[in-house]
Each structure stands twice: as C-alpha cells, then as structure tokens.
C-alpha cells in the first residue's frame, strides 16, 4: 500500500524525534559517566595529596627533631680529615666546654672548601644547647669562628627578609633579635628610667623608711615610759 506524502512526514518526523531522543539520551549517559569517573579521579588525587601532605609533615618532623642536635661552625679552617678535631679543640680550649669525640654522630662540610661551614650533629640536644648559649666567647676572645642553629630553608629565607627590618629596629635604639623565623622587639633601654624607680627617699642600701618598722627600744627606754604612765596615773587620781 502505497503511503500518501503527507504520512511519509510525518513516519519520517516520528523517526527524527526518537533518533535525537535516544542520541540525547546517549550523551547524558556518557556525560554523567565520564562527570563521575573524574570525580572518582579527582577523590583518588585527593586522597594520594594528602597522603603525600602526611608524609612530608613526618619527614619534616624527623628533619626538625634531628635539627635540635645539630650546630654549624663557621670559619674553621681544616681538612675534612681533622675537622671534627678542630671543631674539638675549639669548643675545649677557646669555649671551655667539654666535648668528647665520642659525643658527635655525624659531620659534613656544607660545600666543597676546607673553609666551608661544618655541620656538626651531637649525641645530645643539651650539649648542642650549652654550646649555643656560650656562643659569645668565640666573639670576646676575638677568633673567627662562631656558631649558628640548623636552620629549615624556608626559616632560613624568612630570617634574610627580617634582616632589614631588624637593622632598622636597632637604628631607632629599640633592642630586636630574630628568634627562629620571628622578629622580636623589645623597646628601648633607659638606665635613667631604671634610676628613677627607686623612691628618693630610700637610704644608700635602697630600703626606704617608710618601709622599716618602728624603731627598737632600749631597755632603759621602756623604763622611763613605764615610770611616766605611772606618774601620769597618779596625777590623774
């Protein structure tokens, strides 16, 4: 049977519609699909980063721990053979500390020269610490060694920025040092103003009188007052 045109049309547009619904179809299948394979993609990332972001945080926490027992030498001058001796012998005699060749781990030079600062790691944080904190007789005995902490690279980034600022502090009078990778201030110094917080009336040992108890009596004092109430009584009576 012969099919008119104008039921051809419309078989034809039937058609037409079914195809484009099915290829919408297939398309937001496929989209959807792939929409949840990246965010499964994108899941695992996250996962893998933070496990990356853990293991750095361990690694910069073992890095750290094994930093607070390190110290650097800087201006010794030696042949890798004998610098641990050398950096012995300074600590000893220039230093007075005592420091036993058994108590360093580890040593390295931080670069190629014999006058290329000395990395030294210690058996213990508090030889590293006392060392540290008698770092000024190096300067006072005039030699040109001295001490610095194992310092991060990024800390040590920060303290070159702070270094301006730092100058700028101490022009202005104000007492500043860097602490790790923080600048702290402390204001100005005044001995005049440290004078003036005694009382002028405190004595040449800086007790004030007003602050002493009442005056001792004497035996013989205690006797004439008792003498004068009586007397005062008698009179009253």
């Known amino acids: 049977m012969d099919l008119s045109e104008a039921a ?3 078989i034809f547009t039937r058609m037409k519609y079914e195809m484009e619904l ?12 792939l929409n949840d394979e990246i965010t499964d993609v994108r899941k695992k990332q996250e996962e893998s980063d933070e496990k990356i972001k853990h293991l750095e945080n361990k690694i910069s926490l073992v ?27 300074i600590v000893n005699e220039v230093m ?6 058994n108590e360093i781990q ?16 210690l058996s213990s944080q508090w030889k590293r610490n006392k ?19 194992d310092f991060p690279k990024e800390v040590l980034e920060e303290r070159k920025k702070l270094r301006e600022q730092l100058d700028e502090e101490k022009k202005k009078g104000n007492v500043a040092y860097i602490r790790y990778d923080k600048l702290i201030v402390k204001g100005k110094t005044d001995s ?35 003498k004068a109430r009586s007397t005062q009584g008698n009179d009253e009576a």
């Open 192 to 226: 005049k103003k440290r004078a003036l917080s005694q009382s002028p009336q405190q004595d040449s040992n800086g007790a004030s009188p007003s602050n002493q108890g009442p005056a001792k009596l004497h035996k013989g004092d205690t006797l004439q007052q008792e």
């Open 8 to 10: 051809f049309e419309k």
């Open 131 to 149: 060392i540290l904190k008698n770092k000024r007789t190096l300067k006072q005995k005039n030699t040109e060694v001295y001490v610095t902490e």
């Open 96 to 101: 007075g500390i005592t420091l036993e060749r």
């Open 22 to 33: 099915q290829t919408e179809t297939i398309y937001h299948r496929l989209r959807d699909s």
């Open 106 to 121: 580890f040593s390295r030079r931080l670069g190629k020269s014999n006058k290329s600062p000395i990395l030294i790691n």
């Open 63 to 89: 890095e750290n721990r094994e930093r607070q027992r390190n110290i650097i030498f800087h201006g010794v001058i030696a042949e890798n053979w004998e610098k641990e001796e050398k950096v012995i012998e």
